[in-house]
Nanobody
Framework: EVQLVESGGGLVQAGGSLRLSCAAS????????IAWFRQAPGKAREAVSC????????RYADSVKGRFTTSSDNAKNTVYLQMNNLKREDTAVYSC????????????????????WGQGTQVTVSS
């Protein structure tokens, strides 16, 4: 059974940092890509980043380029999202999702690409 479990969310002041984790199980062999999405209250869910299992360069939304970094620890089957210089507009529920058998593509922001989702973790940035 495929499972994704996010952790690391919380309350942080603007300009601060958080690191989110996405612990994966049930699929750690073969090609796959893991994306981070976020959804703010009253807004549509949006893609933040995508990381391929083969090690290609990650992809990022323009809104987070230069501030967020996604990486993985294969020994721990965990993908991370390091978020620096956080802004109030980064406040959202952050979820990870996996697309089986594919690397990240230029259309990584399409939610329908992804086969499994985690439950999400809340990130709140205060001014």
């Amino acid at each position: 059974e495929v499972q994704l479990v996010e952790s690391g969310g919380g309350l942080v002041q603007a300009g601060g940092s958080l690191r989110l984790s996405c612990a994966a199980s049930g699929f750690t062999s073969g090609d796959y890509s893991i994306a981070w999405f976020r959804q703010a209250p009253g807004k549509a869910r949006e893609a933040v980043s995508c990381l391929s299992s083969r090690g290609a360069s990650p992809r990022y939304a323009d809104s987070v380029k230069g501030r967020f970094t996604t990486s993985s620890d294969n020994a721990k089957n965990t993908v991370y999202l390091q978020m620096n210089n956080l802004k109030r507009e980064d406040t959202a529920v952050y979820s990870c999702a996996v697309e089986m058998g594919m690397e990240c593509s230029a259309t990584f922001y399409y939610e329908s690409r992804y086969d499994y989702w985690g439950q999400g973790t809340q990130v709140t940035v205060s001014s």
